[in-house]
């Protein structure tokens, strides 16, 4: 992974939003992960704020899959990726607020996230293993080495 984050956006989402743009990125040529750091810049509330669906979205659609994200004062880390490269490195960051998190907005609770990428190959997966890691390490974002045992 890169160590430098790209400012995709910050958004302050209405009770009206679906699924909303967060802004553009675009990975560079060979990479097949896309790591999202999200940070909740609206104030603390006493309650948490439920996930949302956050996804990488080119004309081939959400190739590298889409994660359920949650809001944290701290920012954490998401990664998506199947493993392989999209066939369209540019594309566009999208966040869909689930509703619960909509009824706080409604009441007058302000729901601000800002959005950071970068990108780089995770090594989470060849033609010769049948299962790509979807396990990763939540200080940085790094693919976990998932490890198989045999107890026969």
Request: charge should be negative.
């Amino acid at each position: 992974m890169s160590s430098n984050w790209s400012v995709v956006g910050t958004r302050t989402f209405t009770p009206d939003d679906l699924t909303e743009v967060v802004g553009s990125f675009s990975m560079a040529e060979g990479d097949d992960t896309l790591w999202v750091r999200m940070t909740l810049e609206s104030p603390a509330t006493p309650w948490p704020w439920s996930y949302g669906i956050l996804g990488f979205l080119t004309p081939q659609g959400y190739e590298l899959g889409s994660v359920k994200a949650y809001a944290e004062a701290e920012s954490e880390v998401f990664r998506l990726g199947i493993g392989r490269p999209p066939s369209v490195r540019n594309g566009l960051l999208t966040f869909e607020p689930r509703s619960f998190n909509l009824g706080w907005i409604k009441k007058g609770n302000p729901l601000t996230l800002k959005f950071e990428c970068a990108s780089g190959t995770s090594g989470g997966g060849s033609a010769d293993i049948a299962v790509v890691n979807s396990f990763v390490r939540n200080t940085d974002g790094s693919g976990l080495q998932l490890v198989q045992i045999d107890f026969s």
